[in-house]
């Protein structure tokens, strides 16, 4: 430790003589000059820095030094993948860059992003690649799971990137980091939280977008609309759920006071998919009239799901959000079949019954009930993401912003609302260091309707930096072909039309 520490501060004397900023970056681009990186718990096994010039992954090109770390936690049996982005023309800042779905961290897709806006970024594969289904690291064999890779993409590895990230940007630069962000989407978004309640030190400002937080519940009960369909013995084209869905938001577009496409006020939309039951459908591959099955199913989906008591397990999609997510089909000429989405079908397989042939289709009641119990039991430590005590985050003085989409078709918004209650109830002052805005009419971190913030980061960095915490996030759309502006409002305020132009955000009140 004391070796290490030591070495980190001759690095630093020796850049100290030179000024910063002069150097070539592309001549310290170069693993000789790295300290020795140190992480509790973890062996760094390898290091390599290679300087990559005008990359076209961005537009301008950037340049920017890019180190891969790889380390293990030993007796863990795991290897790990690290990069960190170091850009020629640094603005001072730390980002982390979170994943989505499985993906524990996105190269280069999210990373070039902030390396593009001068951040120095790290990502991570938390130790699994980035593919589809967790068939191939789930479990260790037939019914044992690897709860180390889980734990690693679930929290672990997270703050390892953030601590050697961390070490190799302060290093590089000779300089220590201004501030550090976290960003990320959905999984992305857990993950912001999970550094927020588990490693509050970690980040000064994070913006955790449609967080796929209470994982040990929202992830089983996703394939609660397949069940749905499945007891119905009535699989339906997404044909007729879009012809419900339209009608749903053509009933509930004006509460808000505005004819916008948009359903602003999910509390007050009381319609029932019943009433449009005999109504004509019409796709190019199918046609028909709403049936009575699929008022049902659609009622029951929006419900939330239930166990065989009719006990409630977890929240539903609002009326806006799309079908095509959870209750997924593809149809014959004769018939339709489910399409369950792979995440809740993976957890079930791989996580719960630890069967890689295991069919969730195939859950009695009973059995369901369990795997939802398990669900919660096995699993809400290490990956649920859903304590609201943020005591050490506000201790830190950091800031958080999380926005969500209020027709997310795959994590019910109504989630991230239960969670943002409990964080109030456990403290009423949260709002001065947490945030959360709803995005009406807008989908899983993008499309939509809705008006969709233009860069809630940079607002992020004004609350940290300057001390500007936002009153509403600033959004846009594109309605009729022109540019609308609208701020998004803190939950649980609504944006109502006030009158005047419809495309500035002034012409809106948050109430
Ligand atoms: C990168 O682009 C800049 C500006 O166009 C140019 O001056 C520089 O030579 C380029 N570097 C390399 C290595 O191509
Ligand atoms: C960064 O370096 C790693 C390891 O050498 C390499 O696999 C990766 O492709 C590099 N990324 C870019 C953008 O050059
Ligand atoms: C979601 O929350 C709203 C109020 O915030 C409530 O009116 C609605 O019934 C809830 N929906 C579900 C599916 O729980
Ligand atoms: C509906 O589909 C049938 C064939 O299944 C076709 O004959 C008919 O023209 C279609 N109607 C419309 C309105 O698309
Ligand atoms: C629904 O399932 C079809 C058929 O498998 C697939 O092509 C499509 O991408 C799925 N849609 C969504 C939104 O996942
Ligand atoms: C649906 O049709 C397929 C053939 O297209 C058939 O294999 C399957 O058994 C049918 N399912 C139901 C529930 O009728
Ligand atoms: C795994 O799932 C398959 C398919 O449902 C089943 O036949 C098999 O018995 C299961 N294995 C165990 C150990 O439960
Ligand atoms: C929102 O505004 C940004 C510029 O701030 C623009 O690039 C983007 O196209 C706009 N989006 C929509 C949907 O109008």
């Not at 990559?52 to 890019?66: A, E, I, K, Q, R």
């Not at 800042?93 to 951040?119: D, H, S």
């Not at 912003?401 to 969670?419: C, K, P, Q, R, S």
């Not at 499309?447 to 959004?475: C, F, M, R, S």
Request: proline share 5%.
């Amino acid at each position: 430790m004391k070796m290490i520490f030591q070495g980190v501060i001759t690095f630093f004397s020796t850049l100290a003589v030179f000024s910063s900023t002069t150097l070539a970056a592309a001549s310290r681009c170069d693993v000789s000059a790295l300290p020795a990186l140190d992480q509790f718990g973890a062996s760094v096994l390898s290091i390599d820095a290679v300087q990559v010039d005008n990359s076209t992954l961005s537009t301008p090109p950037t340049s920017f030094c890019n180190v891969s770390i790889t380390y293990t936690h030993p007796g863990q049996n795991d290897r790990i993948n690290v990069w960190v982005w170091l850009p020629n023309s640094w603005n001072g800042r730390f980002q982390g860059v979170g994943g989505g779905g499985w993906t524990t961290g996105l190269v280069p897709a999210n990373t070039i992003g902030a390396v593009a806006q001068g951040y120095a970024a790290v990502t991570t594969d938390g130790g699994h690649a980035s593919t589809a289904s967790t068939a191939s690291w789930g479990l260790l064999n037939p019914g044992n799971v690897n709860l180390y890779l889980l734990q690693d993409f679930a929290s672990v590895t997270l703050n390892d990137m953030t601590v050697l990230g961390k070490q190799v940007t302060e290093a590089y630069y000779g300089k220590p980091i201004s501030k550090s962000y976290w960003n990320g989407c959905s999984t992305g978004g857990r993950q912001g939280l999970m550094m927020a309640q588990r490693y509050p030190e970690a980040y000064d400002g994070i913006l955790a977008i449609a967080p796929a937080i209470n994982w040990a519940e929202f992830i089983p009960t996703e394939f609660w609309p397949q069940r749905v369909m499945q007891k119905a013995n009535y699989f339906s084209s997404q044909c007729e759920f879009n012809a419900i869905t339209a009608a749903a938001v053509s009933a509930c577009d004006e509460l808000d006071g505005l004819k916008d496409g948009v359903i602003g006020m999910i509390g007050q939309c009381t319609f029932d998919p019943h009433s449009v039951v005999g109504k004509p459908y019409s796709c190019t591959d199918v046609n028909g009239t709403i049936s009575t099955q699929a008022a049902a199913i659609v009622k029951s989906i929006w419900a939330g799901a239930r166990d065989s008591e009719d006990k409630f397990q977890w929240y539903g999609l609002t009326q806006q959000a799309p079908l095509s997510g959870l209750a997924n089909t593809t149809c014959s000429t004769e018939n339709c079949t489910g399409v369950p989405f792979f995440i809740s079908s993976d957890w079930h397989r791989i996580f719960l019954q630890r069967n890689n042939s295991f069919d969730p289709y195939s859950y009695s009641d009973v059995e369901w009930d369990a795997a939802f119990r398990l669900s919660r039991n096995k699993y809400t430590s290490i990956i649920s993401t859903s304590d609201p005590d943020l005591t050490g985050f506000k201790l830190h003085d950091g800031k958080m912003i999380t926005w969500h989409g209020m027709a997310d078709e795959l994590i019910a918004f109504n989630g991230t609302v239960d969670y943002y209650q409990r964080v109030l109830e456990l403290d009423p002052n949260a709002p001065e260091y947490y945030k959360f805005f709803s995005a009406p009419g807008v989908q899983h971190c993008q499309g939509g309707n809705g008006a969709i913030p233009t860069d809630a980061l940079a607002q992020l960095v004004q609350w940290v930096e300057n001390g500007e915490a936002p009153e509403t996030l600033g959004a846009n759309r594109t309605v009729n072909g022109e540019n609308w502006q609208q701020g998004l409002c803190a939950w649980p305020l609504s944006s109502v039309y006030k009158g005047g132009d419809k495309r500035l955000a002034t012409s809106f009140v948050c109430e």
